[in-house]
């Protein structure tokens, strides 16, 4: 079985700092790229950030310069080190990542974590 299980997520004042954190756990062969989606009440799940396996990044705008994702490869995990946190930033955040393991290749998520921002 192969599983993406996400965790630091929890509560922080506006303009302070969260670091999450998710690991893929199983018989993995291979990761390709990883990815931060959130979702807020009542809105669309959206990408925040990924990294290829060669460590290239993207994010989006809204986290650009606030965010910094990282991965470790030997490891199969991926962090998303979030400073400046603003209240906006409030979601529930899920792993993303596509995988090919002895089960095959497919797309798996994390069950989120849960990030609250106060003003």
């Known amino acids: 079985q192969v599983q993406l299980v996400e965790s630091g997520g929890g509560l922080v004042q506006a303009g302070g700092s969260l670091r999450l954190s998710c690991a893929a756990a199983?018989?993995?062969?291979?990761?390709?790229?990883m990815t931060w989606y959130r979702q807020a009440p009542g809105k669309q799940r959206e990408l925040v950030a990924t990294i290829t396996s060669g460590g290239s990044t993207n994010y989006a705008d809204s986290v650009r310069g606030r965010f910094t994702i990282s991965r470790d490869n030997a490891k199969n995990t991926v962090c998303l080190q979030m400073n400046s946190l603003k209240p906006e930033d409030a979601a529930v955040y899920y792993c993303?990542?596509?995988?090919?393991?002895?089960?095959?290749?497919?797309?798996?998520w994390g069950e989120g974590t849960l990030v609250t921002v106060s003003s």
């Open positions: 199983g018989n993995i062969f291979r990761i390709n790229a």
């Open positions: 993303y990542a596509h995988i090919r393991s002895i089960l095959g290749s497919r797309d798996y």
